[in-house]
């Protein structure tokens, strides 16, 4: 698909966080409320007080718990980072 018609599809908007890193800022709002759903969703079915988990769909869900807790970091230095120059 070109770019062009990507670009008439989709709203590109403003970029204005952080100097215009790329993404529109909609759409990284949108991965990060996304990426935070996803984990509250994973929680609920891990800790859920009447939900039986076999052992193995237990592990498994603490295996995508610990990824989610890795890529947080990551989404946390975008919206706290104060600025997006490399330290020297």
């Known amino acids: 698909?070109?770019?062009?018609?990507?670009?008439?599809?989709?709203?590109?908007?403003?970029?204005?966080?952080?100097g215009g890193d790329g993404l529109p800022d909609w759409m990284q709002f949108t991965i990060t409320v996304a990426m935070f759903g996803l984990l509250y969703w994973i929680l609920t079915l891990l800790f859920h007080p009447t939900l039986e988990l076999d052992p193995t769909h237990r592990d498994l869900l603490n295996i995508i718990l610990g990824s989610f807790i890795a890529s947080f970091g990551k989404t946390i230095d975008f919206w706290f980072r104060h600025s997006k120059k490399p330290k020297e």
């Open 1 to 18: 698909m070109p770019v062009e018609k990507i670009k008439s599809i989709l709203p590109t908007g403003p970029d204005v966080a952080h």
